[in-house]
């Protein structure tokens, strides 16, 4: 039985959808279903629907962006950085694996075109005080759990996928009038899901992975594939530079920066290079 926490939102809806057409037993529960400044509360769920595994996809990321992050700390530090510490006690003292969906935001560049790794240090969190507050709040859960040997850290870059979700990444572009070009990681929702499960499945060991397709790409290259495909109804406009970026369009600083995705493919996850994905996704695009 797999206990799937934050369901409710995009990545948990994904997992949902998949593992409801995968047929394998789950249960889902948000914040709400659960007291977990109350120790024992999840415990006692756990045990009650013998769960064998516990994911959690919950977390603050702001609406429409994360400049909403700004006016909700509190929240904002609950559901990415405290949040995780109260499930990783509720699932070590289960004595039960998880895996936690975190962030590549806690990186800007590209680490001098190598991508950064897993065993690399955060440069985009609040020790640099150069960060938005959801990236340094993201940085500050990964450090709560780096002792826990029991969970997956699963590391993902700017979801997006087929269905014109108001959170995919494509669907944005298609909306917003001006851009900026930058070059990223990113991650294809379906087959983030599918290769997290299966590392579960296969025992791959625990530990932080970049979930990413191989490779970066920058918002003029995606524009160009999207208006090739003719899913763009306009010709957006870019933005001169970040500097311009700020002043008109933005209260905090963006995360642009590149994964390495070694370690994954060293496991065996199946991740398609960002190129192709893009293309392909644009050829299945579903308005």
Excluded at 80 to 108: K, M, Q
Excluded at 231 to 237: A, D, G, N, S
Excluded at 254 to 265: D, T
Excluded at 269 to 274: A, D, F, G, K, P
Aim: hydrophobic residues 35%; neutral net charge.
């Amino acid at each position: 039985m797999i206990l799937l926490f934050g369901s409710a939102g995009y990545i948990g809806g994904k997992f949902r959808t998949w593992l409801e057409a995968s047929r394998i037993p789950h249960v889902c529960v948000n914040r709400k279903d659960v007291d977990l400044n109350r120790p024992g509360s999840l415990r006692s769920l756990i045990q009650r629907k013998a769960v064998q595994l516990l994911i959690n996809c919950a977390g603050y990321t702001g609406k429409p962006n994360v400049d909403s992050c700004e006016d909700h700390k509190e929240e904002c530090l609950f559901g990415n950085a405290i949040l995780p510490g109260l499930i990783a006690r509720e699932c070590r003292e289960a004595g039960i694996d998880w895996g936690h969906v975190s962030s590549g935001c806690i990186f800007t560049g590209n680490n001098e075109g190598r991508g950064f790794g897993e065993t690399d240090q955060p440069n985009f969190d609040f020790r640099h005080d150069n960060c938005s507050w959801y990236s340094g709040t993201k940085a500050l859960g990964e450090e709560i759990l780096a002792a826990e040997t029991n969970c997956y850290i699963w590391r993902i870059r700017i979801p997006f996928e087929e269905e014109n979700n108001p959170r995919n990444y494509l669907g944005k572009l298609c909306r917003y009038p001006r851009l900026l070009d930058a070059e990223n990681s990113l991650t294809h929702l379906g087959e983030f899901v599918r290769e997290a499960l299966d590392m579960v499945q296969r025992k791959v060991p625990k530990g932080v992975y970049n979930m990413t397709q191989p490779g970066s790409i920058t918002t003029r290259e995606i524009v160009n594939l999207m208006a090739t495909a003719g899913i763009l109804r306009h010709q957006p406009v870019f933005f001169q530079n970040e500097e311009e970026f700020m002043r008109q369009a933005a209260r905090t600083p963006r995360s642009n920066c590149v994964l390495s995705v070694e370690k994954a493919i060293g496991a065996g996850c199946r991740l398609t290079s960002i190129r192709d994905k893009v293309r392909e996704v644009c050829g299945e695009w579903k308005p």
